[in-house]
């Protein structure tokens, strides 16, 4: 597992191993006054261990037997929503227009990582989960070329990582206040940046305490994948991003 160390001194240790990835062309926002949106995936299933002799993203497919010798439930180990949602973010019209400014994730062992709007997110869990080892062994991930930190672990709390001008807006399916998330992002502040939580496990609910409006989006549980794509075509159309 990964011990909580200062990181500054943990990527200054293994700067000259970091890993190299291919990024992916950003178009440059239009105006640098303009808002954009960041999205934070709390609770993520990142949890890697050992097994066999092999350092590996705990998953439900492929360690089944090895969780249950731990008495841990599987399917609380899923890997695959993170990959999802990431995968939904970095293909939106949204991002390659230059509006997303950063996806942070927190995971449910309390790491907190930074990904820059430039990463290429590998298309199979398996790559992802091959990247995300790591990304949590040598503390920071770099692009091909300019040598960019694309993913980095990054110290807690949040908010220390947001900009003074956001709104930090939360979805729940158990929020009271039920929106139509066009009229919703339609009426915000447009000098605000929006910041997103989405959950990003398989039960539960996300961390609640600094964000500004908890909202509900559907009467149903939907998924991350589902919520972020909802969100992203509503951004779009307000922002008229075609």
């Not at 092999?54 to 090895?66: G, T």
């Not at 010798?69 to 019209?93: C, G, T, V, W």
Request: glycine share 6%; aromatic share 6%; charged share 25%.
């Amino acid at each position: 597992m990964l011990q909580k160390k200062d990181l500054s001194e943990g990527e200054e240790q293994h700067d000259s191993a970091v890993v190299e990835l291919p990024g992916i062309p950003i178009a440059p926002c239009r105006q640098k006054s303009e808002p954009g949106v960041y999205f934070i995936l709390d609770k993520a299933s990142l949890v890697a261990a050992y097994v066999g002799k092999k350092y590996q993203i705990l998953n439900p497919e492929e360690h089944a037997s090895f969780l249950r010798k731990k008495n841990k439930n599987p399917y609380d180990f899923r890997p695959d929503i993170i990959h999802e949602a990431l995968l939904q973010i970095m293909s939106s019209r949204l991002c390659m227009a230059g509006r997303l400014r950063a996806i942070f994730i927190r995971t449910d062992e309390g790491i907190l990582i930074r990904v820059e709007p430039n990463t290429q997110i590998p298309k199979t869990l398996g790559s992802f989960c091959n990247m995300m080892v790591q990304l949590l062994q040598k503390f920071s991930i770099k692009a091909t070329g300019n040598h960019g930190k694309i993913m980095r672990l990054i110290e807690n709390p949040i908010t220390k990582h947001l900009p003074i001008n956001s709104c930090k807006i939360g979805l729940s399916s158990s929020s009271p206040k039920a929106v139509q998330l066009r009229d919703y992002v339609s009426a915000a502040n447009h000098n605000e940046n929006l910041v997103f939580v989405v959950g990003a496990m398989a039960h539960g609910k996300i961390d609640a305490d600094y964000i500004d409006d908890l909202i509900s989006v559907s009467s149903f549980s939907l998924s991350a994948g589902t919520c972020l794509r909802r969100i992203c075509i509503a951004l779009e159309r307000n922002w008229n991003i075609e």
